[in-house]
């Protein structure tokens, strides 16, 4: 069981946006920056968002991530079907001195 | 582009000693702070460590006991060895590269992984 919590599993239709929260606690969210990631499984898991809201170059606007307290969350714009992956939360967790993740989400594009 | 390629035994015997391999293609291995991860099989990901040229080093202390890493800069290569494994270490095993935006450490460029069997 994963310390940040994810919903397993979410969709959309093309073009509409979508958001995927991740809940943690005072030892990792709230104390610290949340980093998602996109993953298709046998590809190499691609950073969309660190420290809370920051897009690395490359990734589309269409990506935005955003932090309340002990939850964060990852919103996408105009979902196109290249979209469909798995997506991770990370964050740093103070009490167990390591970077834990969320157990991921699965994005089906409809 | 900076590109990182895991290789591994894909096998192993339980009690033996694991070593994993990371290749650091496109750019300089002397920087940045080198991390392992892995995934068991219907698990989520777990951080296993990381390590800086420097000698710094944060191992996840659940693993702590049974994990090196260390980093090869002759070949730009960094590693991971785990100890005693059992059958709870089968998982892929992704290397990545790491850094830190003020005191925050994150993951930008990871390998694609390689899968590791602990079996007799």
């Known amino acids: 069981q994963s310390v940040l919590t994810q919903p397993p599993s979410t969709s959309g239709l093309p073009g509409q946006r979508v958001n995927l929260s991740c809940s943690g606690s005072?030892?990792?969210?709230?104390?610290?920056?949340v980093h998602w990631y996109q993953h298709l499984p046998g590809t190499a898991p691609k950073l969309l968002i660190y420290?809370?809201?920051q897009r690395p170059s490359g990734v589309p606007d269409r990506f935005s991530g955003s932090k309340s307290g002990t939850s964060a969350s990852l919103a996408i714009s105009g979902l196109q079907s290249e979209d469909e992956a798995d997506y991770y939360c990370a964050a740093w967790d103070d009490s167990l001195n390591a970077v834990i993740f969320g157990g991921g989400t699965k994005l089906t594009v409809l | 582009q900076v590109q990182l390629q895991e290789s591994g035994p894909g096998l192993v015997k339980p009690s033996e000693t694991l070593s994993l391999t990371c290749s650091v293609f496109g750019g300089s291995i002397s920087t940045y702070y080198w991390s392992w991860i892995r995934q068991a099989p219907g698990k989520g990901l777990e951080w296993i460590g990381y390590f800086h040229n420097s000698g710094s080093t944060n191992y996840n202390p659940s693993l702590k006991s049974r994990v090196t890493i260390l980093v090869d800069t002759s070949k730009n290569q960094f590693s991971l060895k785990v100890t005693s494994v059992t059958a709870a270490d089968t998982a892929v095993y992704y290397c990545?590269?790491?850094?830190?935006?003020?005191?925050?450490?994150?993951?930008?460029?990871w390998g694609t992984g390689t899968t590791i069997t602990v079996s007799s």
């Open positions: 005072s030892s990792n969210i709230e104390s610290n920056t």
């Open positions: 420290t809370n809201n």
């Open positions: 990545a590269r790491g850094r830190f935006k003020e005191y925050h450490y994150y993951m930008d460029i």
